[in-house]
Protein backbone atom coordinates (compact mmCIF):
# COMPACT_ATOMS: atom_id res chain seq x y z
CA UNK A 1 0.00 0.00 0.00
CA UNK A 2 1.02 3.58 -1.25
CA UNK A 3 2.02 6.24 1.78
CA UNK A 4 0.43 9.35 0.38
CA UNK A 5 0.16 11.08 3.22
CA UNK A 6 2.02 14.19 1.11
CA UNK A 7 0.81 13.29 -2.34
CA UNK A 8 -2.17 14.78 -3.46
CA UNK A 9 -4.69 13.93 -6.31
CA UNK A 10 -7.38 16.40 -7.67
CA UNK A 11 -9.53 14.82 -10.36
CA UNK A 12 -11.66 16.60 -13.34
CA UNK A 13 -13.71 14.98 -15.32
CA UNK A 14 -11.11 13.94 -17.90
CA UNK A 15 -8.07 14.13 -15.71
CA UNK A 16 -6.63 13.45 -12.84
CA UNK A 17 -3.78 15.73 -11.95
CA UNK A 18 -0.95 13.98 -8.64
CA UNK A 19 1.13 16.25 -7.00
CA UNK A 20 4.18 13.63 -6.18
CA UNK A 21 6.29 16.52 -4.54
CA UNK A 22 10.12 17.44 -5.02
CA UNK A 23 12.22 14.84 -6.53
CA UNK A 24 14.33 14.97 -3.51
CA UNK A 25 11.66 14.00 -1.31
CA UNK A 26 10.19 10.59 -3.42
CA UNK A 27 12.99 9.00 -1.01
CA UNK A 28 10.27 9.50 1.28
CA UNK A 29 7.65 7.06 -0.17
CA UNK A 30 7.29 3.15 0.35
CA UNK A 31 5.30 0.74 -0.81
CA UNK A 32 4.85 -2.89 0.89
CA UNK A 33 5.76 -5.63 -1.30
CA UNK A 34 4.33 -9.45 0.33
CA UNK A 35 8.30 -11.16 0.53
CA UNK A 36 9.92 -8.16 0.69
CA UNK A 37 7.98 -6.02 3.57
CA UNK A 38 8.77 -2.15 3.38
CA UNK A 39 10.56 -0.82 0.18
CA UNK A 40 11.42 2.77 0.23
CA UNK A 41 11.66 5.04 -2.55
CA UNK A 42 8.81 3.87 -4.49
CA UNK A 43 5.34 4.70 -5.04
CA UNK A 44 3.01 2.97 -7.62
CA UNK A 45 0.33 6.04 -9.50
CA UNK A 46 -1.96 2.72 -10.16
CA UNK A 47 -4.61 3.27 -7.60
CA UNK A 48 -3.70 7.27 -6.56
CA UNK A 49 -4.78 8.38 -10.27
CA UNK A 50 -7.23 5.94 -11.71
CA UNK A 51 -4.69 4.66 -14.64
CA UNK A 52 -6.06 2.21 -16.51
CA UNK A 53 -3.65 1.48 -19.53
CA UNK A 54 -0.86 1.36 -17.56
CA UNK A 55 0.93 1.00 -14.16
CA UNK A 56 3.71 4.30 -12.83
CA UNK A 57 5.72 4.02 -10.29
CA UNK A 58 8.21 7.45 -8.96
CA UNK A 59 11.57 5.99 -7.55
CA UNK A 60 14.78 6.83 -5.69
CA UNK A 61 16.97 4.59 -4.69
CA UNK A 62 20.02 5.80 -2.93
CA UNK A 63 24.24 5.42 -3.43
CA UNK A 64 24.79 1.53 -2.63
CA UNK A 65 21.20 0.33 -2.86
CA UNK A 66 19.74 -1.73 -6.00
CA UNK A 67 17.02 -4.11 -6.46
CA UNK A 68 17.06 -7.41 -4.21
CA UNK A 69 15.65 -9.78 -6.91
CA UNK A 70 15.72 -10.96 -10.28
CA UNK A 71 12.61 -10.55 -11.70
CA UNK A 72 10.73 -11.47 -15.45
CA UNK A 73 6.78 -9.88 -16.04
CA UNK A 74 4.10 -12.03 -17.39
CA UNK A 75 2.98 -9.64 -19.95
CA UNK A 76 3.90 -6.58 -19.26
CA UNK A 77 6.96 -4.36 -20.83
CA UNK A 78 8.64 -1.71 -19.12
CA UNK A 79 9.88 1.37 -19.61
CA UNK A 80 12.60 3.05 -17.26
CA UNK A 81 13.04 6.57 -17.51
CA UNK A 82 16.54 7.89 -15.76
CA UNK A 83 16.41 11.77 -14.36
CA UNK A 84 18.75 12.04 -11.93
CA UNK A 85 22.15 10.01 -10.59
CA UNK A 86 23.20 6.91 -12.23
CA UNK A 87 23.30 3.08 -11.84
CA UNK A 88 23.36 0.01 -13.96
CA UNK A 89 21.10 -2.11 -14.86
CA UNK A 90 21.05 -6.35 -15.73
CA UNK A 91 18.81 -7.60 -18.35
CA UNK A 92 19.70 -11.17 -18.83
CA UNK A 93 23.16 -11.13 -17.27
CA UNK A 94 24.28 -8.08 -19.92
CA UNK A 95 24.95 -5.12 -17.87
CA UNK A 96 24.78 -1.52 -18.91
CA UNK A 97 25.26 1.70 -17.07
CA UNK A 98 22.86 4.37 -16.92
CA UNK A 99 22.60 7.95 -15.77
CA UNK A 100 20.06 11.00 -16.62
CA UNK A 101 18.70 11.12 -19.73
CA UNK A 102 19.08 6.85 -19.95
CA UNK A 103 15.50 5.31 -21.24
CA UNK A 104 16.06 1.72 -21.19
CA UNK A 105 12.81 -0.69 -22.56
CA UNK A 106 13.09 -4.20 -21.15
CA UNK A 107 10.57 -6.94 -22.67
CA UNK A 108 8.84 -8.95 -20.20
CA UNK A 109 10.99 -12.15 -20.54
CA UNK A 110 13.93 -9.93 -20.04
CA UNK A 111 15.56 -11.03 -16.46
CA UNK A 112 16.45 -7.51 -15.17
CA UNK A 113 18.10 -6.18 -11.69
CA UNK A 114 19.76 -2.37 -11.26
CA UNK A 115 21.22 -0.97 -8.74
CA UNK A 116 22.53 2.79 -8.06
CA UNK A 117 26.61 2.76 -7.80
CA UNK A 118 27.15 6.89 -8.19
CA UNK A 119 27.36 8.86 -5.25
CA UNK A 120 24.13 10.94 -5.02
CA UNK A 121 20.15 9.49 -5.36
CA UNK A 122 18.79 7.46 -8.60
CA UNK A 123 15.77 8.90 -9.30
CA UNK A 124 13.55 7.20 -11.98
CA UNK A 125 10.39 6.53 -13.58
CA UNK A 126 8.61 3.12 -14.41
CA UNK A 127 5.91 2.73 -16.88
CA UNK A 128 4.50 -1.18 -17.25
CA UNK A 129 2.36 -1.63 -20.15
CA UNK A 130 0.94 -4.81 -21.87
CA UNK A 131 3.49 -5.76 -24.88
CA UNK A 132 2.19 -5.41 -28.10
CA UNK A 133 -1.15 -3.56 -26.79
CA UNK A 134 0.08 0.23 -28.54
CA UNK A 135 -2.30 0.54 -31.72
CA UNK A 136 -2.66 4.40 -31.78
CA UNK A 137 0.27 6.79 -30.91
CA UNK A 138 1.25 11.20 -31.16
CA UNK A 139 -0.89 12.59 -33.26
CA UNK A 140 -2.14 9.72 -35.35
CA UNK A 141 -4.62 9.32 -31.54
CA UNK A 142 -5.48 12.94 -31.66
CA UNK A 143 -8.29 14.82 -32.74
CA UNK A 144 -7.83 18.52 -33.45
CA UNK A 145 -10.79 20.75 -32.95
CA UNK A 146 -10.67 23.22 -35.01
CA UNK A 147 -10.85 26.42 -32.09
CA UNK A 148 -8.60 29.29 -31.03
CA UNK A 149 -6.29 28.56 -27.75
CA UNK A 150 -7.23 31.33 -25.35
CA UNK A 151 -5.21 31.73 -22.19
CA UNK A 152 -7.33 33.74 -19.53
CA UNK A 153 -5.16 37.06 -18.07
Do not use: C
Not at 47 to 52: H, K, N, Q
Not at 80 to 92: A, E, L, R, S
Amino acid sequence: MNMLARNTARKGTHYTLFESGALKDWINNSVDIPGLGKVPGKLFLKDAMGLTSTEISINAMPPGQGMPFHHTHRQNEEIYIFIHGQGQVQVDGEMFDVREGSVVKIAPKGERVWRNNGSEMLVYIVMQMREGSLQQWGTGDADVPQKPVVWPA
